[in-house]
Nanobody, 125 residues
């Protein structure tokens, strides 16, 4: 059973950088063909894919967020992280980490195999 757990501040001020970490157990973030994603869901809106860490060390980003997004990983800790810079109240959302195997999914979230419980991040103005 793969388990993912998000951690990080629940409140961020506008213009600052949002930083979250996903700790994985039950599998390795370097397992072949795995894609470890960040997904968010703002209140009253559909989920939005932010980006992903590929098992081989590549990173993929949502073009609409790419200029503000950085994803990294620490294989020794089996963690991957998200940094979203210059946040505004529109970045307020529940942020999830999730994993899918064999192909990157940026829209059909039903394909994801395991999810973290999600963490609420509120951006204050």
């Amino acid at each position: 059973q793969v388990q993912l757990q998000e951690s990080g501040p629940g409140l961020v001020k506008s213009s600052q950088t949002l930083s979250l970490t996903c700790t994985v157990s039950g599998d390795s973030i370097t397992t072949t063909n795995s894609y470890w994603s960040w997904i968010r869901q703002p209140p009253g809106k559909a989920p939005e894919w932010i980006g992903a860490s590929h098992y081989a060390g590549n990173y993929y980003y949502n073009p609409s967020l790419q200029s503000r997004t950085s994803i990294s990983r620490d294989t020794s800790k089996n963690q991957f992280s998200l940094q979203l810079s210059a946040v505004t109240p529109e970045d307020t959302a529940i942020y999830y980490c999730a994993v899918v195997w064999f192909r990157l999914c940026s829209s059909d979230f039903s394909n994801y195999d395991y999810w973290g419980q999600g963490t609420q991040v509120t951006v204050s103005s």
